[in-house]
């Protein structure tokens, strides 16, 4: 079987980081006698420099082709105040792949529990999946100069698909799903709630619990280790993945997923953003990245083991002592990618 990876690196440190999870993913594959092919394309400024075009109309098509999009970052301090904006690009490409899950997993590593600013993080280790195309983010919008209003809409079928997919994380994590919602205010929220339920039925090994967002807010920061797989709607998704990152403390650590129908190409990205400040230094940390690499090959390659060996490789590395400068170490780019390459 070949695996077919289109990397945008885009701008900022996204070239430097995306090298580094290339050059993982090649080691693994090579290692598991899986041939990896891998194009890489234009997206955001460097793409508007290029073409005019944040996503030009041939990166659309090699990314439909894929099993899978790596991403680096987008934008810059070049760019700002454009009338063509890099930013669009990514806007545009979630769009075009119709990604309406999207999957974070936040972590605290040992030897870097000091980094996140709540004390009882240890060990944190969790994944919120979060519904992303719909919600009040999408919903019918009216601005007047008085009033103002926007609609927060779902169907039952939204809900189900993005459920299904945290349900299957739950199941094979530990069996564990925290549905949250806004139920006692919200119509929207009780649809998501009964719907939630209703998928739960096929799922016997999956132990499904509801909460308040407001209340999870709360849980988040005085005893975030009771939970394990956290599933919401887009704006409550927002608000917490953004506050579960902070609590582990570490951006430069952070991958995602956003997946979209099952058979079609999820695109994988670190969290960060370009980081202009850091670019063209070799001094970022690739991890975010390389992580999201792990997350191709569990979702987009059903590679499960794989992704667990490059998991296990990052953690070691970190748990040695090799960090970059926003961990608080020395090590530059390469030199945390050879220690994570040696330890495969
Ligand atoms: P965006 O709007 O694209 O999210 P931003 O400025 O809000 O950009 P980042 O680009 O993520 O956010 O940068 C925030 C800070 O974190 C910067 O100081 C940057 O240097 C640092 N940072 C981000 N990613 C990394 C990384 N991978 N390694 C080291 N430092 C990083
Ligand atoms: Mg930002």
């Not at 070049?78 to 979630?94: H, N, Y």
């Not at 929207?188 to 016997?204: F, G, I, M």
């Not at 992704?307 to 020395?330: F, H, N, P």
Request: charged share 20%; glycine share 10%.
């Amino acid at each position: 079987m070949t695996l077919n990876l289109v990397v945008l690196p885009g701008d900022g440190i996204g070239p430097e980081v995306t090298k580094a999870a290339e050059d993982v993913l090649s080691a693994v594959c090579k290692g598991a006698g899986l041939e990896l092919k891998m194009s890489h394309h234009l997206i955001g400024g460097i793409a508007i420099d290029e073409t005019g075009n944040p996503l030009p109309e041939e990166t659309l098509a090699a990314c439909a082709d894929a099993q899978g999009v790596l991403l680096g970052a987008v934008g810059g301090p070049k760019w700002d105040g454009g009338s063509v904006r890099p930013e669009q690009g990514l806007l545009r490409i979630r769009e075009a792949l119709g990604l309406f899950t999207n999957i974070r997993p936040v972590r605290v590593f040992e030897g870097l529990e000091h980094l996140s600013p709540i004390k009882n993080a240890a060990g944190l280790d969790i994944v919120i999946v979060r519904e992303l195309t719909g919600g009040i983010y999408f919903g019918e919008r009216q601005e007047g100069d008085e009033v103002a209003s926007d609609l927060c809409t779902y169907s039952a079928e939204e809900v189900r698909r993005v459920v299904a997919p945290a349900f299957e994380i739950a199941k094979a994590r530990n069996g564990k799903l925290t549905s949250v919602d806004k139920a006692n205010v919200l119509a929207s929220s009780r649809l998501w709630r009964r719907t939630a339920e209703a998928v739960a039925k096929d799922y016997p090994e999956v132990t499904l619990s509801h909460a308040l967002v407001d209340a999870m807010a709360m849980h988040l920061v005085t005893h975030p280790n009771d939970f394990d797989v956290l599933v919401t709607e887009n704006m409550f998704g927002d608000i917490l993945s953004d506050e579960a990152a902070a609590v582990s403390g570490s951006i430069g650590l952070a991958a995602s997923a956003s997946l979209g129908a099952p058979g079609t190409p999820g695109l994988y990205e670190p969290i960060h953003g370009s980081a202009p400040d850091i670019a063209g230094q070799g001094v970022a940390n690739p991890s975010g990245a390389i992580l999201s690499a792990a997350m191709f090959l569990r979702f987009g390659a059903a590679r499960e083991d794989l992704a667990s060996q490059i998991e296990a490789a990052v953690e070691s590395a970190l748990k040695a002592g090799v960090l970059t400068r926003d961990l608080g170490g020395d090590a530059n780019t390469e030199e945390i990618t050879s220690a994570i390459l040696e330890r495969l």
